[in-house]
Nanobody, 121 residues
Framework: QVQLVESGGGLVQPGGTLRLSCAAS????????MGWYRQAPGKQRELVAG???????NYANSVKGRFTVSEDNAKNTVYLQMNSLRPEDTAVYYC???????????????WGQGTQVTVSS
């Protein structure tokens, strides 16, 4: 079993900052990639930012220059630094990881429970 636990969401004013964290734990043999998705009310879940192990990050156009994704491989943790937040960034943010778990036959996706980010004055 693999678990993803997110933290760091909350309420922030426009222009503010938040930092999300997601720690993966359990029977992990290898992690290929980790990232963040978000889902606003009435909208589909969308990729915000992702990073492959040892690779370069990729971002949604709407967050480029404002958000930064990073990883700590030793801790199996991914972070999302969010600056210059806008009301349209309001959503539930989900952590995602592509994990090869012990006892499994290959990589599969795992999801966190989600953390609410609200940008409002």
């Amino acid at each position: 079993q693999v678990q993803l636990v997110e933290s760091g969401g909350g309420l922030v004013q426009p222009g503010g900052t938040l930092r999300l964290s997601c720690a993966a734990s359990g029977s992990i043999f290898s992690i290929h990639a980790m990232g963040w998705y978000r889902q606003a009310p009435g909208k589909q879940r969308e990729l915000v930012a992702g990073i492959r192990s040892g690779g370069s990050p990729n971002y949604a156009n709407s967050v480029k220059g404002r958000f930064t994704v990073s990883e700590d491989n030793a801790k199996n943790t991914v972070y999302l630094q969010m600056n210059s937040l806008r009301p349209e960034d309001t959503a539930v943010y989900y952590c995602n990881a592509d994990v090869f778990a012990y006892g499994s036959v290959g990589y599969r996706d795992y999801w966190g429970q989600g953390t609410q980010v609200t940008v409002s004055s």
